[in-house]
């Protein structure tokens, strides 16, 4: 029997009693491996009143106490770390090795979520004022929320929910509709670390549940990652209703190719970076912009793109996996479509594109374009899917010309052998996480995940200190105690006693 998942609500995993439900597939198969409920407004209020219940208490847990919690997670995420990527795998079609990546690189917040006190650590100034002391203290916020994508079921609700709730607050999990049941066990294990009941819940559903999010006027902060339209709207939305929002967009992330860079190592990050995962990687590489000479190497690049084969979760010669859906896949097939009509030069189509057992899956093959231009829809939009567009230039100016023109702003590269072509790109590129020879630029999260322009609405970034800061509230204390009021003679002897 196809198995139900269940809301968290209150500490309880429980039967929704809605009657809304969406199908969730097996990407591989298309097959319905769950039925997923989207909450009733009753279910969803419930899930605040208690959030708001929780963080009464939770937030008068020393720190330190708050701290071990996390510890305790970390060491449990990793010791089910493979069965948590097997799900992963299972409910996203993603191959095991980039299943395992996508639960390690949330395991990795969660140890800064551990690190918790020294990043709540506020400021002092003695003497402000003759006998006067200001200090700042950081508090928690109250009930925090977050709309995960279909793209890292593990790594992006781990994002959020450990470092606001290591902060001192409650957190509402709304995870992709498309993938849920990543996010349930999650649930499982961090009350199993000794999270108390209801510092975290989990509903589930599409827009009206998000909406009833966005709108409750006890939430005080919306955590968003996902597409460019749904992001505008959350951010929207959000703040018009007061909230702290953060929203985390799509992409368009070009690899620059300088003619000094090491050639194997251009093809073999660029091969990666671009068909890895499907390219359902908001950091994927998906425009290529080689400068000078350096397009010669198109050939060669096509010959190892086109050895990339996807296939299931558990085929260990697979590349990466199918698309999450049918319509994923469609609208990947229409944008190729759409590229040959408009002119760019194909050179591998992965279009019809065949997995031995797995005739119902989502599966679309490598594909390189050459000769494409900027007016072209398949440079415009994002495309997810595993598609790289190479156009070429003359010079470095001209490609960061070209970059700074484009309205995203998640992540770039350049390859390069002169570190005077790599500072000038790092120093004057206008996207906001930059790799020198490094593909893929996901900073770790000591540091804050920094997109910038159309890639993300908001101020405060994602993990790192910036989380913190989003996630609390300064306040600053002025003091004055009087000298005439410090007790004096016998009676203070007695009470040092
Ligand atoms: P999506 O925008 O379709 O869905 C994201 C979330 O929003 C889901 O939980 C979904 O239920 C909800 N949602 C969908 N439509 C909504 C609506 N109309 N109103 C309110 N909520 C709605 O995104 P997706 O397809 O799941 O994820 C892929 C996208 O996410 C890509 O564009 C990718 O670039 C982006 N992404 C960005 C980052 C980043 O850090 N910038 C990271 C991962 C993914």
Redesign the pocket.
């Known amino acids: 029997m196809t198995q139900s998942v269940p809301l968290y609500i209150g500490g309880e995993f429980i039967q929704s009693k809605t009657n809304q439900w969406i199908d969730v597939t097996n990407p591989a198969t298309n097959e319905v491996i769950a039925k997923l409920p989207c909450a009733s407004t009753d279910e969803m209020s419930n899930a605040v009143d208690d959030a708001k219940r929780a963080f009464n208490e939770w937030k008068n847990v020393a720190i330190s106490e708050r701290a071990r919690v996390m510890l305790r997670y970390q060491h449990l995420l990793k010791e089910h770390h493979d069965e948590l990527a097997q799900l992963l795998s299972h409910e996203t079609g993603k191959i095991l090795l980039d299943a395992k990546g996508d639960v390690w690189r949330g395991i990795e917040v969660v140890e800064q979520a551990a690190n918790i006190a020294s990043n709540m650590m506020g400021e002092t100034v003695e003497n402000v004022a003759t006998d006067i002391d200001s200090y700042s203290l950081i508090q928690p916020l109250g009930v925090c929320s977050g709309?995960?994508?279909?793209?890292?079921p593990a790594m992006?609700p781990l994002w959020m929910f450990p470092l606001a709730i290591a902060a001192g607050n409650s957190f509402i999990l709304?995870?992709?509709?498309?993938v849920p049941l990543t996010s349930i066990r999650l649930a499982q294990l961090f009350e199993q670390a000794g999270a108390p009941k209801g510092v975290l819940q989990i509903v589930h559903?599409?827009?009206e549940?998000?909406?009833y999010l966005?709108s409750h006027p006890d939430i005080r902060t919306v955590s968003?990652?996902?597409?460019?339209?749904?992001?505008e709207?959350?951010y929207h939305t959000g703040t018009l209703h007061n909230k702290r929002v953060q929203a985390?967009?799509?992409?368009k992330n070009h690899m620059v190719i300088m003619p000094d860079a090491n050639k194997n190592q251009v093809i073999s990050n660029l091969v990666g970076a671009s068909v890895g995962a499907a390219g359902?990687?908001?950091?994927a590489i998906s425009v290529a912009v080689f400068v000078g000479d350096s397009k010669q190497w198109i050939d060669d690049l096509c010959q190892e793109m086109a050895l990339m084969k996807p296939g299931a979760w558990d085929d260990e010669q697979a590349a990466y996996g199918p698309l999450?859906s049918r319509a994923?896949k469609q609208r990947v097939l229409r944008l190729i479509s759409e590229g040959k009509a408009q002119g760019a030069e194909c050179l591998l189509d992965g279009s019809d594109c065949r997995v031995d057992g797995f005739p119902e899956g989502n599966w679309v093959g490598p594909t390189l374009f050459r000769s494409v231009t900027a007016d072209m829809s398949i440079y415009q939009q994002?495309i997810?899917g595993p598609v790289l567009i190479c156009l070429e230039v003359d010079t470095l100016e001209e490609a960061i010309e070209l970059i700074n023109q484009n309205p995203y702003g998640?992540g770039t590269s350049i390859f390069t052998s002169s570190g005077g072509a790599a500072r000038k790109y790092q120093h004057e590129i206008q996207v906001g996480q930059v790799g020198v020879n490094v593909p893929i630029p996901v900073p770790l999260p000591f540091f804050s995940?920094t997109?910038w322009r159309g890639?993300?609405y908001g101020d405060l970034h994602?993990y790192g200190k910036q989380a913190v800061r989003f996630y609390t509230e300064t306040k600053t204390v002025t003091a004055r105690w009087f000298d005439d009021d410090i007790p004096t003679g016998p009676n203070l002897t007695i009470q040092l006693k």
């Open positions: 709309i995960t994508p279909f793209n890292f992006i709304k995870p992709s509709e498309q559903g599409a827009k549940q998000v909406d966005l968003f990652v996902g597409s460019v339209p749904v992001a709207y959350i985390f967009a799509g992409a359902q990687r908001c950091m999450i994923a994002e997810f998640n995940f997109g890639s993300f994602a």
